[in-house]
Structure formats: C-alpha cells, structure tokens
C-alpha cells in the first residue's frame, strides 16, 4: 500500500498479557515514530527510529515497553504485562528522514483496549 | 516539560468565518513547525508547515504564521467549512531534537 499501515486495528487484551503492535512504513522512509494518544489527551512520544541509528527511547514510559524495527522497514511495539493505564491509540508515522523539512505521515493507529 | 502547548482546547466557529488556533513553543532550538488535522478513528494528517527562515506560509485557505521571538504560531482557516471539524495538532522540531514534537490539539467545531 502506499500508506503506514498498522495492525491491528483494535485490540482488546486482559491485564497483565503482553501485546504487539505493528507498523509497515512508507517504503523507502528511513524514519520511524511511535506515538500514543490517550483519551483526551495529546499525541505523546515514545520511541524514534532513523536509519541504523541508536533509537531515541527517551519516550517510552516503562520498561514494559519496547519496540524494535527489523530490517530498517517494519517495527513491533511491544507491552508486556499490560496495564489499564496502557489503552489509548497507538500511532505510528514515518517519514523520508527525520523531520527537518519533510512532514511524517501517519497510520490509522491501533486502539488497545485492556480490561 | 510540555515544549509545545496549546492552551485552548476546543474553539467553535461559525461557517464562513475565519478560525484561529494557536500554538507556543519552549524550545529556541526548535526550526520547523508543522499543523495536523486529526479526524475521530483516523491517524492525523499533515496540514501544512513553516520553516523558521519565514514568518508566513500560505495554501489555499490555511495560512501559518510564525513569530520566533514569541515563539508563537498560529493557523488561520478562512473560510471555515463545515469539513474543517476535526482536532487540529501543532508539532515542532529542529536541531537537536529530531523527534516530532506535538501540542495538545485543539477541537475545532465549525457551525453552519
């Protein structure tokens, strides 16, 4: 496709499982981001990949959280242990090479429900 | 440490006016400015964006304005449509910073 598509859409997990999250980004964009939008609130940053570089982490709100991208193309984020405070929508974005001059384009997000 | 604040959270305007939301920003580092336009169950999609060597930048009916010594910007929709409904996020970056940035967004209702 010529989107950032993420799967799945919705998810819906018990407290305490872990889940994972994924994102296919535009091909041929070096960058990759991972945001999280809980109810009423903004877009918060979790964790940034550009090209072979070390990943910005510095988002990332506990060390149940994790994401690796493979091959410099799709990325997983994972939650391990989930907790009620972990459901909000996950976005990811990516973009030609970081965000100097060129915009970052967004999936539809996954909504992680945990109950 | 909130470096991009929106400080209104929802802004109602009436169809044919002109809707003004504005965004503030910390960082001095921060060179390139960018607006979101989020619909419900979709991922937010690029509006338009300024680079800090320019103080306006316009397309169509959506203009930004930038001042750097306020560290301020703000998007202008004139007309505003019905369509133009939707939460709207500023987002900034720059040297030093790279990640992408964003305010808190603000909901735009445009009555007809």
């Known amino acids: 496709g010529a989107g950032v598509s993420q799967s799945p859409s919705n998810k819906v997990t018990e407290k305490g499982k872990d889940v994972e999250l994924r994102c296919d980004p535009i091909s041929g964009h070096t960058a990759l981001y991972w945001y999280r939008q809980s109810l009423g609130q903004g877009l918060e940053f979790l964790i940034y990949?550009?090209?072979?570089?070390?990943?910005?982490k510095s988002g990332l709100p506990s060390d149940r959280f994790s994401a690796e991208r493979t091959g410099g193309s799709v990325s997983t984020l994972t939650i391990q242990r989930t907790q009620q405070e972990d459901s909000a929508v996950y976005l990811c974005?990516?973009?030609?090479?970081?965000?100097?001059?060129?915009?970052?384009?967004f999936g539809q997000g996954t909504r992680l429900t945990v109950v | 440490d909130q470096q991009v604040k929106q400080n209104s959270p929802s802004l109602s305007v009436q169809e044919g006016r002109i809707s003004i939301l504005n965004c503030d920003y910390t960082?001095?580092?921060?060179?390139?400015f960018l607006w979101y336009k989020k619909y419900p169950a979709e991922g937010p999609t690029f509006l338009i964006s300024i680079s800090s060597i320019k103080d306006k930048n316009e397309d169509g009916r959506f203009t930004v304005f930038l001042n750097k010594s306020a560290k301020h910007l703000s998007l202008h929709i004139v007309p505003s449509q019905p369509g133009d409904s939707a939460v709207y996020f500023c987002a900034a970056t720059g040297q030093g910073a790279q990640k992408l940035v964003f305010g808190q967004g603000t909901r735009l209702t445009i009555n007809p």
């Open positions: 990949f550009q090209g072979n570089s070390a990943p910005d």
């Open positions: 960082n001095s580092m921060f060179d390139y």
């Open positions: 974005a990516s973009s030609l090479g970081g965000v100097g001059n060129t915009e970052a384009f």
